[in-house]
């Protein structure tokens, strides 16, 4: 069956960066774009960016260019996702999804908390 | 502030029929497919409608989704007490350098 497990929670300080990762398994890794989304506490989900897991092609939203640095490695089925310069503002739940086209995101991960505090 | 614009709450009482609308633009929904996410409490969201009206397997006919020009909708008929949610739109934007776009979440409280 399809699955994405991420990594756990993680917490950070302002300034820091933090990388997250999303292991699928249970199909073809190259053969569906990973997507990120984050939501943070009490609010809607963000779109963040995606990456071809095949050629390693990325789109990262204008709001997280200059900040947001997204990778994989097919050995390891794994995409990661890196956020940089972390304010308060970061704090969220970041989820990775499978997908199909555009944003029809099949399958999700379980989501990651990501804490910035001092 | 979401481009893609939900009511921020919505209600109905069991059996019910609910309706959510999801606006966009001439750049996102218009012109590409929408799809619907619900979100439990404390869980990943779950794709709920995809390319504007297609149920993935496992979802209710209860939920249906259209499209008009620049407006999406969601309707559940028969309303249970477990589709107490939030739901999201999501659609493709070809401005600029193209994005993807989540509406802001139509929290629906089953009465």
Redesign the interface.
């Known amino acids: 069956q399809v699955q994405l497990v991420q990594s756990g929670a993680k917490e950070a300080k302002p300034g820091a960066s933090v990388t997250v990762s999303c292991n699928v398994s249970g199909y073809t890794f190259t053969t569906y774009y990973i997507?990120w989304?984050r939501q943070a506490p009490g609010q809607?989900?963000?779109?963040m960016g995606?990456i071809n897991p095949n050629r390693g092609a990325t789109?990262v939203?204008?709001k997280f260019q200059g900040r947001v640095t997204m990778i994989r490695d097919t050995s390891l089925t794994t995409a990661y996702m890196e956020v940089s310069r972390l304010t308060s503002d970061d704090t969220a739940v970041y989820?990775c999804?499978r997908s199909?086209?555009?944003?029809?995101?099949?399958y999700?991960?379980?989501?990651t908390l990501v804490t910035v505090s001092s | 502030q979401?481009v893609l614009t939900q009511p921020p709450s919505a209600s109905g009482t069991p059996g019910q029929r609910v309706t959510i609308s999801c606006s966009g633009s001439s750049s996102n929904i218009a012109t590409?497919?929408v799809?619907w996410?619900q979100?439990l409490p404390g869980t990943?969201?779950?794709?709920l409608i995809?390319?504007n009206n297609q149920r993935?397997s496992g979802v209710p006919d209860r939920f249906s989704g259209s499209k008009s020009g620049t407006t999406a909708s969601l309707a559940i008929s028969g309303l249970q007490p477990e589709d107490e949610a939030?739901y999201?739109c999501?659609?493709?934007d070809d401005s600029?350098?193209?994005?993807?776009?989540?509406?802001?979440?139509t929290k629906l409280t089953v009465l």
């Open positions: 997507h989304v809607g989900l963000e779109w995606w789109k939203a204008q989820y999804a199909v086209y555009q944003v029809q995101l099949d999700w991960g379980q989501g | 979401s590409n497919a799809n996410y979100q990943a969201p779950k794709l995809y390319r993935p939030d999201y999501a659609a493709w600029l350098t193209g994005q993807g776009l989540f509406g802001g979440g």
